[in-house]
């Protein structure tokens, strides 16, 4: 078994997009500047933005954080967003999601222009993705497109199972694997919550993506001998003995299913690293197209 290690992966596109930076500054140009916008204090949230914050200064990015209460009026945070949109040292917004329940999420991801929704949210770069068009591809299945590219993992022919349907995972990462390119040729089945025979459908699977949400749910006797296993759930579960008082879990129980992948990773340390790679790749893509 080979651990797919995301501290491996994601420093690599880090230091070849902190390398691109220094070139941009070296000809006197400004850096990318990505707007991120964090709505209340949900704990996981602030954690994320956190992060990708951080992330980008360490690569030379400039980032602004911008935060609205919890209980704000949906109409104050489309002003920001359209303050954002017409700002061109902006290169890419992204809003930190779930949002409170006042709030319309598909009417602020689409608020934000195609051209800077680094998320790759909006149903315009979400129509270009099915089409195989040039666009923003969701961060987390962009992340692990770079974690096989980065690992050189053969997907060609294989049989792909995705658990899960979001516009966020599952659905575009069956996209991607689906795709004519080169780490996609896969022959895709995408289960959700609906799927009957699940158990079976994964015994089938040379690669297994896990997008559900539901913490240990994919078992040693649902993966065949040598699949790849993909975990991208994030949940965390209470437990007293921690010193935050939860622990994170994935969507696959990664002690019993490792000894039978060919290749794994782990929560956390894997895909997460990979979605802020993603969204890197991305911002500065959008800082080349806007210039
Ligand atoms: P979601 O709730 O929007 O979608 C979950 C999907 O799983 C749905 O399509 C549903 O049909 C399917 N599902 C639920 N129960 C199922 C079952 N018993 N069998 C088969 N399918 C089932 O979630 P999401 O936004 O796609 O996120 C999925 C998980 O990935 C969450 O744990 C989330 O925290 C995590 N996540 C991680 C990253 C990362 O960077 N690693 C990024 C985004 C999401």
Do not use: A, L, M
């Given at each position: 078994m080979i651990l797919l290690d995301g501290k491996i992966a994601s420093q690599s596109v880090r230091d070849s997009l902190k390398q691109d930076v220094a070139n941009l500054v070296n000809q006197g140009k400004r850096a990318p500047h990505l707007a991120a916008i964090l709505v209340g204090n949900n704990g996981a949230s602030e954690t994320y933005v956190a992060s990708k914050v951080k992330n980008c200064s360490e690569i030379g990015f400039q980032s602004s954080l911008i935060r609205f209460e919890?209980?704000?009026?949906e109409s104050v945070l489309l002003d920001k967003i359209a303050e954002l949109n017409n700002d061109p040292s902006i290169d890419g917004i992204l809003v930190q999601l779930p949002l409170p329940k006042q709030i319309n999420e598909q009417k602020v991801i689409e608020a934000i222009i195609a051209e800077k929704d680094v998320d790759g949210f909006h149903p315009v770069n979400a129509g270009k993705l099915m089409q195989g068009l040039p666009s923003f591809i969701p961060a987390t299945p962009y992340g692990i497109m770079l974690m096989l590219e980065y690992y050189k993992i053969s997907t060609k022919g294989k049989h792909a199972v995705v658990i899960g349907r979001s516009n966020i995972v599952g659905r575009p990462m069956s996209i991607l694997l689906s795709s004519n390119s080169a780490y996609g040729n896969c022959t895709v089945t995408i289960c959700h919550s609906h799927t009957h025979n699940l158990k079976e459908i994964c015994l089938q699977a040379d690669i297994i993506v896990a997008a559900l949400g539901r913490p240990e749910f994919v078992k040693a006797d649902m993966v065949k001998e040598g699949a790849i296993v993909i975990d991208v759930g994030i949940t965390r579960v209470e437990d007293a003995t921690a010193k935050k008082g939860f622990r994170i879990k994935g969507d696959v129980a990664f002690d019993e299913v490792a000894p039978k992948a060919s290749y794994i990773t782990p929560v956390p340390g894997g895909v997460g690293l990979m979605t802020i790679a993603g969204l890197l790749k991305n911002t500065l893509q959008a800082y080349l197209q806007n210039q």
């Open positions: 919890e209980n704000i009026h």
